[in-house]
């Protein structure tokens, strides 16, 4: 019989496994944004994975690069039904609250953290499995709730300590004003057509306002000096984005207003921006957002207004590491040396106490040929980053004692602390 191979699994190219330690980073971040939430008063909302293809492309526009060439779309084998990985995840929070008739009541405040996917060429900080966070206010109309959540964005980089990531700001109109430029821009590009690269010259008709977004070289002189969305806003939109930059200028942010800002999806109006570092080469976005006061009226909802902003995890965590930061290492409290696994009853009873008081305790496994010499167990113990040793001696536990030994101050002696007791000492492990 010939040998059969086998071939070798991989992940899915652009589809990342995080593994420890680096998942504690993530873990630490997330924490850190769901402190963020908690005190802006956002709830979180969990939307599924796979939603309609429709959704996106009635939501983000047929003509956007999403739903152009980058989802993962698939027709159900079983009922037919067109579905798609989500490529983003604000149409989806707006079908769900369409859909449950969130805003009878008023405005929510909802967030959301996930997995994205979207079909493009794998390099730093763009994957095709990526994961965002975001925070969408809808049902709230005003300049307020926009400058909020920039502003919460801040409150972000600062509970992190991220630096060197700049805010820029712009203000998209209302649709007949942007229809009014449009006209224009498609009349300016007419005229200079001979310099539009492909990808412009199809989008000329379909979506001129995205090839002010380009990133050919040898088109930025051209778009520098296209016709200028705020130069076609009413009095309105104009005094909209104006109460958007008063609350950000008394609260001392910082930002630059870049008329040039459109962002990807069809579906934004008002005000847009997003925070940006020139650390990260060509993905220098790390977080973008904006109002969206048409979307659910879109996908079916009862019209409401809406603002939003999502953040790419990776990006802001690359960047992290990019400035010099770290998340900080989570040892655990105590690593449990045991010589014997006879006594293993005691020892685990001991540790669920223990965990049961919120002490976080590793325990050392034995393999089948028993727990391992004492030097071994302890040089696991220093490499866990523990505080502290739990040794379950045999002439402790005859004691019905545990010994408790520093790991981390070279100063301090090694002590007896009784079993029946660790519910009343779990706290000196906590708080040391």
Known sequence: MAEQIKAELKAVKGMNDILPPDSARWE??????????????????RTPIVEPTALF??????????????????????????????PENTAGVVRAVAEHSLLY??????????????????????????????????????????????????????????TDVRLELNSLGQPDERRAHRAALIAYFEQHRDQLDAEAQRRLHSNPLRILD??????????????????FLGEA?????????????????????????????????????????DRLGSQGTVCGGGRYDYLIEQ?????????????????VLELLRELGGEAPARPPHAYAVVPDSGSLGTVMSTLETLRAAGVSVLMHAGGKDGQGSMKSQFKKADASGARYALVFGADELAQGMVALKPLREASASQRLLPIAEAAAWAAELLNA
Request: proline content about 4%; charged content about 25%; overall charge neutral.
């Open 57 to 86: 492309v009635r939501g983000l526009g047929e003509v956007t690069d999403i739903v152009e060439k980058e989802m993962y779309s698939f027709e159900d084998s079983m009922n037919g039904d067109k579905l798609t990985l989500r």
């Open 237 to 277: 939109s104009l005094a909209h984005f104006n109460a958007v930059r008063a609350v950000l200028d008394a609260n001392g942010l910082e930002y630059r207003i870049n008329p040039r800002l459109v962002r990807g999806m069809d579906y934004y109006n008002l005000t847009v921006f997003e925070w940006v570092t």
């Open 214 to 231: 380009t990133k050919n070289p040898a088109m930025q002189a051209l778009v520098e000096a296209a016709p200028r969305l705020m130069d």
């Open 299 to 315: 996908v079916g909802g009862k019209p409401a207004p809406a603002v939003g902003w999502a953040l790419g995890m990776e990006r």
């Open 28 to 45: 630490w971040f997330e924490d850190k944004v769901r402190a963020l939430m908690q005190r802006y008063g956002y709830a979180n909302l």
């Open 105 to 162: 009541d008023g405005g929510k405040r909802i967030y959301y953290m996930g997995p994205m996917f979207r079909h493009e060429r794998p390099q730093r900080g763009r994957y095709r499995q990526f994961h965002q966070v975001g925070a969408e206010a809808l049902g709230f109309g005003g300049p307020d709730v926009d400058a909020e959540l920039i502003l919460m964005c801040r409150s972000l980089w600062r509970d992190i300590g991220l």
